[in-house]
């Protein structure tokens, strides 16, 4: 020790006596640590207790390493697991952090009943976890620990309402079990359910303040009932402790560009290439401000990163890449190795995901079969009968932006962004029927009394009303993916304004094979697939045409370019508002926008790319032929306008 530190007889006292000090003096307790380091540099409680004081000094990267050191020389250590999950999780590594935690739970398991459900979970073997725990809960069914375990399996099976129902029993039983309450809090916002998250993570910031964890999944919840300055100003605190996390400025960038803070985002993201080069995430962000112009020196970059060949870990980052110098080499107007990124972006991306066209075909045809014109006359305006929401449906990248845009421009209306709400309503229906697979709840619908149509109504407005910030009547619901649920919408909230923002096929389905989703959307990564979703998307349209006829509104993408003023006028129309002239101005609007287009719809109506999809007509056959006569039968202007009859 050195002079003046007060003399202690064992390594373990002096352990004792740095565990006191680290309450009421952090500082001290890294001075404290880092003595009893030089006297045993391999003790792993001494390690990790360095760790845990650097961490409550604000040295977050320190603590990592000393932490992940500590494991090391000790992997029997839960609280040593726990910090470096916490650590981890803030800085946005999340395969880390999950496997961070789950060696906390085997670690701090020490009743043999759970010692080989806890190792089956470390080593990902979900159902014999659940075996193994739905035995032990027989026997000892008020064990949170078991409670919480079984919780995390029906998570990684995606049984959310099972995992939901089995966190709430556990904090019933144990209000101070933390770690089940944060594993809720990040249930209910994977349910899109933000503000009930919020409420969960209170209680565990009131008491460990300074918890990296708990303040990241806070900003995450904020992003997600637009609260966008407090959640950047929670980003900048995480890190002035973790300055040199790449992961971290992207993720600020995000929120920057979504209050459409355009240079913050981009200083934000070329901060998070500095620290790692070869970030294709970071280039890709760049890319998608849509307005950005990469230099010389970042394509070479990124093409330099390409090499060689990625390994499995590194798809990821491979295909972000290719999404970003797709973008590149389009502005260059070097169309042909443009479209060679954007395939191979795509590919990549493919292959991750589990799309099948021939099930959304099938949830068509389903959803034509129940919602007929005699099933809608049965329940004639028998939901809620409130007119606030105005729901944009359509496919990404059609225009919805610039209509949502358009409409929040005007002074009854509130801009809000694409909301879950409607689409988890619809799965919370879902049964075992005839039918399994999306779509089950169509099974049900038809038995829903006029009672519990009024309240999913009542519901969706109530979860959706954290979102409005403002005192006008109307807000609006820009999720493009439910025009799935047109007929549940019309079932729930019949006096609800829904409007059809359309564009043509080819330049709507190319638009969004250029663009890489940051979650759903899983029909854009192949041309097949993306004109099969079109012409499927076109049915389902003109059949809600046919049994409701007048009640959605179409607008085309091509009209309101070519003639801006009518089709605002007759949009405002159908919605019964009054014509505003800033309507016209809505470049001038300042909302934050979640989109892609965020940063399009900040500058006046132009042209540019309304038909940018023929520089890559000759590589686009596959999607023609996909698309079928639905390609030939798009209009120009549209001649269905006699057809929108106004909504009384």
Same mark, same amino acid.
């Given at each position: ?148 375990? #079984? ?5 990684? #099976? ?7 129902? #089995? ?8 209000? +101070? ?189 389903? +959803? ?171 049915? #389902? ?108």
């Amino acid at each position: 020790m050195s002079a003046g530190a007060e003399p202690v007889g064992t390594i373990e006292v002096a352990l004792n006596h740095t565990a006191r000090l680290l309450e009421r003096n952090p500082a001290l307790a890294v001075e404290q640590a880092a003595e009893i380091l030089k006297v045993a540099p391999g003790h792993a409680p001494a390690m990790m207790m360095y760790g845990l004081a650097l961490g409550a000094t604000g040295r977050g990267e320190d603590a990592v390493n000393a932490l992940r050191r500590a494991v090391q020389l000790n992997s029997d250590l839960p609280g040593a697991w726990r910090a470096l999950g916490d650590h981890l999780a803030a800085i946005g590594d999340s395969e880390g952090a999950d496997a961070a935690y789950t060696r906390h739970v085997k670690a701090s398991t020490r009743d043999p009943g759970l010692l080989r459900p806890a190792a089956a979970l470390c080593e990902n073997n979900i159902p014999l976890a659940e075996t193994l725990l739905r035995s032990h809960l027989q026997q000892n069914p008020t064990d949170v620990a078991a409670i919480r375990m #079984l919780a995390e399996v029906a998570a990684r #099976l995606g049984r959310y309402v099972d995992a939901e129902n #089995l966190l709430a029993r556990c904090l019933e039983l144990s209000p +101070s079990f933390a770690t089940a309450r944060t594993q809720y809090a990040s249930l209910l916002n994977r349910q899109n359910r933000a503000s009930e998250a919020l409420q969960q993570i209170a209680p565990l910031l009131a008491a460990e303040p300074d918890n990296p964890h708990y303040r990241n999944l806070k900003a995450t919840f904020l992003v997600g009932i637009g609260e966008y300055q407090q959640a950047i100003d929670l980003y900048r605190g995480i890190l002035t402790e973790y300055p040199h996390q790449a992961k971290v400025w992207v993720t600020l960038g995000h929120v920057q560009k979504t209050a459409g803070r355009q240079e913050a985002a981009i200083q934000a993201y070329r901060r998070a290439l500095e620290l790692e080069p070869g970030m294709g995430e970071a280039y890709f962000s760049l890319a998608n401000l849509k307005t950005f112009r990469f230099e010389p020196r970042d394509v070479a970059a990124m093409q330099a990163a390409l090499e060689p060949a990625p390994a499995a870990a590194a798809v990821e980052n491979q295909l972000h890449l290719h999404f970003a110098l797709g973008k590149a080499y389009e502005d260059e107007a070097r169309y042909e190795v443009s479209f060679e990124h954007y395939a191979e972006g795509n590919r990549l991306r493919r292959s991750q995901m589990s799309y099948s066209a021939e099930e959304n075909s099938r949830f068509v045809r389903r +959803s034509r079969e129940r919602y007929t014109r005699e099933f809608f006359a049965e329940r004639q305006d028998v939901g809620c009968q409130s007119p606030d929401p105005i729901f944009i449906v359509g496919l990404p990248r059609a225009g919805s932006t610039l209509v949502d845009q358009i409409l929040s421009s005007h002074s009854l209306v509130e801009g809000t962004m694409e909301l879950h709400d409607m689409i988890s309503l619809a799965r919370s229906l879902e049964s075992r029927g005839q039918h399994d697979g999306p779509g089950q709840y169509l099974d049900v619908v038809g038995t829903l009394t006029p009672e519990r149509l009024r309240a999913i109504g009542e519901q969706y407005l109530e979860r959706t009303r954290v979102q409005r910030k403002t005192s006008a009547p109307f807000f609006i619901d820009k999720m493009p993916n439910n025009f799935r649920h047109i007929g549940l919408i019309h079932l729930v909230l019949p006096r609800a304004r829904i409007i059809d923002a359309r564009r043509h096929p080819l330049g709507s389905c190319f638009s969004a094979f250029k663009q890489h989703f940051a979650r759903g959307q899983t029909f854009s990564y192949s041309l097949e697939d993306l004109g099969r979703y079109y012409a499927d998307y076109v049915e #389902l349209m003109a059949h809600f045409d046919d049994v409701l006829p007048g009640r959605v509104h179409r607008i085309h993408y091509e009209a309101l370019v070519d003639d801006t003023e009518v089709e605002v006028r007759r949009l405002l129309d159908y919605c019964g508002l009054s014509f505003e002239p800033q309507c016209l101005r809505f470049y001038e609007n300042k909302r934050a926008v979640r989109t892609a287009s965020s940063e399009q719809v900040r500058q006046p109506i132009f042209r540019e790319g309304l038909d940018q999809w023929r520089h890559y007509e000759p590589w686009l056959q596959p999607l023609k032929d996909a698309l079928g006569p639905v390609l030939a039968a798009y209009p120009g202007i549209p001649a269905d306008r006699a057809r929108n009859d106004r909504v009384p």
